[in-house]
Every structure is written in C-alpha cells, then in structure tokens.
C-alpha cells in the first residue's frame, strides 16, 4: 500500500510548515510545491528552515514545474493539502475549483487588520502583537541589548497553530468519505484565544474589560538576573518565599520591609528589587541555585543552547535526531514525538534543494 501523499503550498509560514513537519514524522509524505527560486522560507530563516522543510519532497509551481492537468491530477490523488491563504488562493487560481483532498488552511490573517503589510511579515505581526499574550511571545525582540537569553527567533504561539494544523489535517484524512466537512482552518488568534480563559470568562460573565497589561503576574521579583557564569531566573510569587530569599542573600531587614510586605507592593516597587538582585547576583555562580532551591528559594538556572545539547535526559529519552541539508552536511535536529511514536526517527531526513524533485513527481504523474 502507497504511502498517503500531502501537499504544502505556502509561503515563510512557519504555522503551516510545521504542521507538515508533523506529518513527516508521522510517516506521511510530504509534497511541498514552490516557486522557481524556493520559498522565501529558506533565506530568511537558515537553519531553521531546515528543520521545518526536512524529510519534505520539493516540487516546482507554475513554469517550467507542475501546472495545469498534472497539477490538478496531483491535488486529486493526494490524501490532504495544508496551505496558508495565499497558497490557498494560489491552488484555486491555477485549477479553478477547490481541491477534492481534504484542505487545512493553516496560520490564517486577519486580511482588515494587516493592510499594507507584507505577507512575509504578517504572520510574525500577529503572532508577536495579536494576542498580546507575554508568555508566547518574546519580551523583547532579538538584538536588543536587554534581550537576555530569553528571546527566541520564532513565536510559540505559530507552533501551536501548526499543531492544531496537524490535528485538522489528521482528523479530515481519517474521516469517511461520506463526510460533507472537506476543509478546517487553524488561525494565529484563534490558537490564543484558548490562552484566554480568564479573562474571557471575566469578560462574560462579569462584564469587566481586561487589559493586556494583566497577562502579567503582579510578583516581585520575577526575572532573570546574570550571575558570573551565566543566567538564573528568580521567580516569587509567595510572601513567604520573599522572606526566604532576602534571608538566603544575608538582607534579612528587606523581608521584613513595610515597603516590600505584599506581593503588590513588591510589584509597585520591581524596579528597585530588580537592581538589588542584579548587584547581588552579579558575582555569584550560576550553581548557587542548588544552595537556594534547598533553602526554599525559588531560583533556577537558565539553560543555554549548549546546556540542551548536552542534556543526558533529552538524549536517553531520543530527543534527538538528524538531518542532512541540501549541501550534504549532517546536523542534530530534535524530533517530535510523532517521530518516536510512528518509528520514523531512526533514518536521518534530508533537506532537498528547491525543486529537486520535479521531474520525478512529473514522471509518476503522467504514468499512474
């Protein structure tokens, strides 16, 4: 029995082309049609475009690659289709009529509030502004020099948009043929509308209007601070975990502090307790963290990339995997758990150049 087929089409989407990622380790496979030169994707993203597009066969769209019959013969004989809207729009302006294979739209914009905007960008737009939810998007964006080492180069909240991408396409390709439901879509906002729940419900059911500025938990302290040899994050949230840390620090007279009693005082104050962290924790060992875990004090260390790498948990769980991109360099990648639950993770994927597999989807094409 044939491998069951889905085909990609969009554009520096990282929502849509994890959801096909997820189908990769799955054990499906992916098509992933391009324009001549390759999705923007590759150029902007690097490395990590190379994540995303690994175990995928690349097809050319239009001129010179699929087009026309052996376009529409492909989107017909596929088991799925995952797109963005301008891929979606693509698919329907090169066939004219929407795809029999069931069709997830995946990363979907709010075309009103993105006017002007560039479609490579949008996505970025909404996922880092449109749910002004604090802990799925960066604090502050890469480059900065407060950005600290909790900045990553891509939004949670798209990964999570993939996910329910993922969980769409699954779910239309397991129905029976009988079904009337043909098509799911799986949007930036509405992936973090689920993120809301409290303040929904407060809206709801006691009219009140929250404020984006409550994502933020009124506690102090509650941030990183650089230490000698790296990051550590303090996190207090109870009164007596306060009193703990100023007496862990040898500042016992702080705990005690009318100004600092309650947690909203402390919040109403951060500022100062911020730098007071700062200087005190600017020459002290990363590993210090074992001392005030053991003495109650909520104080953990950040871990870098290489920290990851190194992890013996994450390898003896199978965390990790391999690729090999288009140049014939091997790199470590991490797999899902798709990889592990379907059995995929023991071949290395590759990641093909832009159209490398044109001419032999062609071919199979033109002789099924």
Partial sequence: MPTPMIVCLSTDSIAAEYSTRLAVDAGYRVIKLET??????????????????????????GD????????????????GIVADEAGRDTLLQQTGRTPLAP???????????????????????????????????PRVMPGYPSAGPLCPQANLL?????????????????QSASTDIRSASAGLCAAALPLLRRE????????????????????????????????????????????RLCNWMGKPELGIDPRYITREQRFADSETLCAILDAFFADKPQACWMEAQAGGVPVAPVNSLHDLLGDPQ????????????????????PLSPLARLF??????????????????????????
């Fill in 36 to 61: 001549a030169g390759g999705d923007p994707l590759r150029a902007r993203r690097g490395r990590f475009a190379d994540f995303l597009l690994a175990g995928k066969e690349s097809v050319l769209l």
């Fill in 64 to 79: 010179g690659g699929l087009q026309g019959k052996a376009l529409q013969d492909l989107l017909d004989h596929c088991a």
């Fill in 103 to 137: 069709l997830v739209v995946v990363g979907e914009r709010d075309a009103g509030t993105l006017r002007g905007m560039s479609g490579s960008h949008s996505d970025e737009f909404l996922a880092f502004h449109g749910s002004g939810l604090g802990f799925i998007t």
């Fill in 158 to 174: 798209e990964f999570l948009t993939g996910l329910y991408g993922a969980i769409a396409l699954f779910s239309l390709m397991g």
């Fill in 200 to 243: 929904i419900s407060s809206a709801l059911l006691e009219g009140t209007q929250p404020h984006r500025a409550e994502r933020i938990w009124k506690v102090s302290p509650a941030e990183v601070h650089r230490c000698s040899d790296g990051w550590l994050f303090v996190d207090v949230i109870e009164d007596i975990q306060w009193t």
């Fill in 314 to 333: 994450l390898a003896a769980r199978g965390f990790w995997g391999s690729l090999t991109d288009a140049s014939g360099q091997t790199q470590r990648a």
């Fill in 343 to 368: 059995g995929t993770d023991a071949t290395p994927l590759h990641v093909c150049a832009p159209g490398a597999h044109t001419k032999a989807v062609i071919a199979s094409l033109e002789t099924a």
